[in-house]
């Protein structure tokens, strides 16, 4: 039975699971979800997840909802396929990617989602950007990535020297940063550079960067 | 060679920690981290977490920070000890763990933790508790909980009818959130109620709970 991800190919969250299904080299059917329409919160909708936010994955009769819980279901699943993103066989590797993984989910992501939040879809919505909002986060953003210098100038990727769910979790969000005009924090720091222009050009992110055209319109 | 966590009794990070270390049955050392002389901002413990935090655990040569990686670990390390935290003998079952485990931390746990903060650190620290913000997240929290309501009269607990990680995650700031002003939000969900009486009476919490003194001084 084909993997069914309901989502859209702009969004990042929906992204994140594209990016895995293709690092494992899986088929799936990406089932659109009308945002704009709010078909996310209609009853249809809330019955494959009550929070009302893409994606949801259905694999056979299992719902799953938060995109970072479906890469590591994924991950786990599919473990012995292609890369093993969680390192299971190793118990002290696997608790890095567990680490690193939280460092994106409550240092990385809430900051750099304001900053591309208040430049790309304040304006789409009607609203001025908040020049102040994404200042402070630009700063927060600055002493995050001092932390990913140190750690990428000692292991080739924030886990270990092996790409992982960690680094892979950071790819959509980064992406959409760098088209801000503060992609400089990231480009100056040499082993961060090296690491996303690693990370960003495997070809199951290739295959999903395509699509992600959110802020071009 | 025995567990040593760095961290504060009363922190809900720590005590996320400390609940599981009890859960599994595990002897460990709490190292105290004096945070309001900023220790945890010392070379010495940023070499231990960069991003200066609490907790920190140290397992032999392995040092990990992040509470919900470090839960992950032992109750992967220790998944035949005790409860199976993560359910790892189940795809199906580990998958809905990391379903609700992502929703305490995306969903519930900015809402409950401004709240907290609001509520007991901004009175500490000199500042007036802001009442736009509290008034925000109580209606943000009032519906999460009725998404919880509904799952929990489906479920005992959250990812199934077995305690797991996904439950654990919330002790610590609904501990502190239900002696606030508000507790009858989630008292007035029957079944949201009857989980909360459930998961705070476990034994390995309530050897905790007696240190979180937190907003009583």
């Keep these: ?42 009853p249809l909708f809330l019955a494959k997840n009550p929070f009302g936010q893409v994606p949801v994955l259905e694999d056979g009769d299992l719902t799953l909802f938060e995109s970072r819980a479906i890469t590591a279901y ?16 190793s118990l002290n590797e696997s608790a890095m990617v567990k680490v690193w993984s939280e460092v994106e989910s409550h240092e990385y992501d ?62 959509p969000y980064t992406f959409y940063f760098m088209k801000t005009p503060w992609a400089s924090i990231l480009n100056d720091r040499p082993h961060v550079k090296a690491w996303w222009e690693d990370i960003s050009s495997r070809p199951a992110f290739e295959k999903v960067a395509v699509g992600m055209v959110f802020g071009e319109k």
Tied chains: 1, 2.
């Design 1 to 42: 039975m084909v993997l069914k991800l309901h989502g859209l190919p702009m969004s990042t969250s929906t992204t994140r699971v594209m990016i895995c299904l293709h690092e494992k080299g899986l088929d799936f059917e990406l089932v659109p979800v009308d945002l704009f329409a709010r078909e996310n919160k209609q």
């Design 110 to 171: 809430p900051v750099v989602s304001q900053i591309v939040h208040q430049h790309f879809v304040a304006p789409m919505i009607g609203k001025t950007s908040d020049q102040t909002v994404i200042d402070e986060n630009l700063e927060k953003l600055g002493k995050v990535l001092d932390v990913y210098e140190t750690r990428l100038s000692n292991t080739k990727y924030l886990a270990g020297d092996f790409f992982s769910l960690a680094d892979l979790h950071h790819l």
């Design 74 to 89: 994924l991950a786990e699943k599919y473990k012995d396929s292609r890369n093993d993103l969680i390192r299971h066989e």
